[in-house]
């Protein structure tokens, strides 16, 4: 169950080494869409993306707080392409899929490290980077969720490997590498509390 990648999302709190898989990425002309300090980091290394309010058509509100929770992004992740009413549903709202997800989190364990500021750390407690894995990780079978930098590699060769998609056995296992973060992420901050 395979198909060409033809969107990813790219929202990230470490950008280190994100050239090395928008090369492979703008190579299967794979559709970038990107938010905030992502989308000008993915700018100036010169390739194209799309802004995740141009996307939406709906502006990031609340401080940046709300930017990715949004029916067309979750429509976009969370849709079954074998269903006929999946697809009649996305074709109706003119909503298209996003096959590939890269995120990672804003950096609440090293910020709890550094400081007591109580709204600083509260304001590094990531919402859309965990809802958007956890949409990923549930719908593997049409979606890839990468979440480690040190998986860029896997990605990119996956990529040249397939020509422009993912195996099924790739997206089961970044899933479940997905899911352990996300439950680990949720902990710190619950410890925290």
């Known amino acids: 169950m395979s198909q060409k990648i033809k969107n990813a999302l790219i929202s990230l709190s470490d950008k280190s080494q994100i ?23 993915i700018k100036k290394l010169g390739y194209k993306c ?27 992740i969370l849709s079954k392409r074998s269903s006929k009413k999946h697809r009649r549903e996305m074709n109706r709202k003119k909503f298209n899929y996003i096959d590939l997800i890269i995120v990672n989190f804003y950096p609440f364990e090293q910020t709890i490290q550094k400081t007591k500021d109580f709204k600083r750390i509260i304001e590094n407690i990531d919402i859309g980077g965990p809802t958007m894995v956890r949409a990923a990780a549930k719908n593997f079978h049409y979606v890839s969720i990468i979440t480690d930098k040190k998986d860029y590699s896997s990605l990119i060769g996956e990529l040249n490997k397939n020509k422009g998609t993912t195996s099924l056995k790739f997206r089961e296992q970044m899933a479940s590498k997905a899911f352990g973060l996300t439950a680990y992420y949720d902990s710190m901050v619950s410890n925290w509390f």
């Open 50 to 76: 799309t802004e995740i309010s141009k996307y939406t058509k709906f502006d990031e509100m609340l401080d940046g707080r709300v930017k990715t929770l949004h029916p067309k992004i979750h429509a976009g």
């Open 19 to 41: 050239a090395r898989v928008l090369r492979v990425l703008q190579k299967y002309k794979i559709n970038i869409i990107s938010s905030g300090g992502t989308y000008k980091e």
